[in-house]
């Protein structure tokens, strides 16, 4: 059972000064603003996310990961990092989680910029199928995380509001939904 290791009950419970002190020194959450944006799923022993500390300085991040004692010492290790090296480092931690499971009691729909799957348990035998971290079903859940390219883009704002018949829904209370395409480039056939 998951029950030894505790969960928010939604991601506004995240205690984020427990993670960040330097940067949220205070349990109230008065800079609400401010949110992780990188998961690096399944993070094992934390080296992604110690290089994405200092690449992006700025940037709230956090792994997650099932193995009580890897996590505990990624934790020591970005502990160890921030002693000694005062002011970097803050950005960063570590949560012990199913993140099959527990995704949206952590981040928010659109939240996260960043979801990182490096070298995740491939459980090739079918019936250890039910133990991958990327399946059609959580792909959906990884959806709902993450944030869409298309809010960053000023032209898709446009779609529902600049078109006359777009205006004719908004002024008529209806409702308009964007398809999104991406071409798939087929394999070389040769
Ligand atoms: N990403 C790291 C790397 O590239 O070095 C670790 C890769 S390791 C092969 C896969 C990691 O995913 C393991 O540490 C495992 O404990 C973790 N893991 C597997 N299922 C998980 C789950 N449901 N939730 C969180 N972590 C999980």
């Excluded at 921030?82 to 931690?93: E, H, I, K, L, T």
């Amino acid at each position: 059972s998951d029950s030894h290791f505790p969960v928010p009950i939604s991601p506004s419970q995240f205690d984020y000064s427990l993670h960040y002190p330097q940067i949220f020194p205070s349990s109230d959450q008065a800079d609400g603003s401010r949110k992780i944006q990188f998961a690096d799923i399944g993070c094992g022993f934390g080296g992604l996310l110690i290089s994405l500390s200092t690449l992006f300085p700025e940037t709230l991040m956090i792994g997650m990961e099932l193995r009580d004692k890897v996590t505990e010492y990624v934790k020591e290790r970005i502990l160890s990092l921030r002693v000694a090296n005062p002011g970097q480092y803050q950005n960063v931690s570590v949560v012990r989680t199913n993140s099959m499971k527990y995704i949206p009691n952590y981040f928010e729909k659109a939240q996260l910029t960043k979801m990182f799957f490096l070298f995740p348990d491939p459980h090739f035998k079918e019936k250890n199928h039910r133990r991958r971290v990327i399946s059609p079903f959580l792909l959906d859940e990884y959806a709902y995380v993450l944030k869409a390219e298309l809010e960053a883009d000023p032209v898709v704002k446009l779609l529902s509001s600049a078109t006359e018949e777009g205006q004719k829904v908004a002024r008529n209370g209806g409702q308009t939904f964007q398809a999104v395409f991406r071409r798939i480039v087929p394999s070389d056939k040769t």
